[in-house]
């Protein structure tokens, strides 16, 4: 069911930038990738969406590919509270116009001291 | 501008009793996702909701489970004669519109545990 595959563990030292890759081959193109982050089984926190177009906002950047099959979150600077399971997810859209996201099984990330 | 709440945090049902998960959205949003989320895997979507309706309900199972999302107050996701299958976390996510924008908010969830 899953439309995203993600190495299942990444580590990074503290301070330096996390870049944490999702693949997406079978994408369509009205079909947005979301990126979540879990802390500790918290409710998931949103980070940042984008379509086609590189984004960027105060938590992260998201890089796509121009062919969309692949895309890279980067958490610029890391801290230990970025320790998380971060979801690449596909947004989907039914025949009746509804969306709904789909998820992985994420990246467990581990910021070291 | 206390985000989606739910409640209970931990709920403890015998196998056959009913489960009732309360989710109040954020203010001003009026579409409602339920997901449920099993140890060690990601979430998966059960339904969505808007104020009295139901758009989505292609990922809640056909027998147990009911949701609404009445005019006024919280939306309920049932569960009726639980298993112990149905242990699991269960979130609620709200945004202002179908299309969010600016993402989805998601609550702190309601862990079941069906003993």
């Known amino acids: 069911d899953a439309k995203t595959t993600q190495p299942p563990s990444m580590d990074c030292a503290e301070g330096r930038a996390a870049n944490l890759p999702c693949n997406h081959s079978t994408i369509s193109g009205n079909e947005y990738v979301y990126w979540y982050r879990q802390i500790h089984s918290q409710g998931p926190q949103y980070i940042i969406h984008?379509?086609?177009?590189?984004e960027t906002n105060e938590m992260a950047s998201l890089i796509i590919t121009e062919d969309r099959k692949s895309s890279t979150l980067i958490l610029p600077h890391a801290t230990l509270r970025d320790t998380a399971v971060y979801y690449c997810?596909?947004?989907?859209?039914?025949?009746?116009?509804?969306?709904?996201?789909?998820w992985g099984l994420g990246t467990s990330l581990a910021v070291n001291p | 501008n206390a985000g989606v709440m739910q409640n209970p945090r931990h709920l403890v049902r015998r196998r056959g009793q009913e489960a009732r998960l309360r989710c109040s959205p954020m203010k001003g949003h009026s579409h409602v996702y339920w997901y449920r989320q099993l140890p060690e895997e990601g979430l998966k979507f059960m339904v969505y909701?808007?104020?009295?309706?139901?758009?989505?309900e292609s990922g809640m199972p056909k027998e147990r489970f009911s949701a609404e999302f009445p005019k006024e107050g919280p939306s309920i996701l049932r569960i009726q004669q639980v298993v112990r299958g149905d242990s699991a976390a269960y979130f609620c996510?709200?945004?202002?519109?179908?299309?969010?924008?600016?993402?989805?908010?998601f609550g702190s969830g309601t862990r079941l545990t069906v003993v």
């Open positions: 996510a709200s945004s202002p519109s179908g299309t969010a924008e600016r993402g989805y908010t």
């Open positions: 997810i596909v947004r989907v859209t039914n025949a009746g116009n509804n969306r709904k996201l789909i």
């Open positions: 984008g379509l086609k177009n590189n």
């Open positions: 909701l808007q104020k009295e309706n139901i758009i989505d």
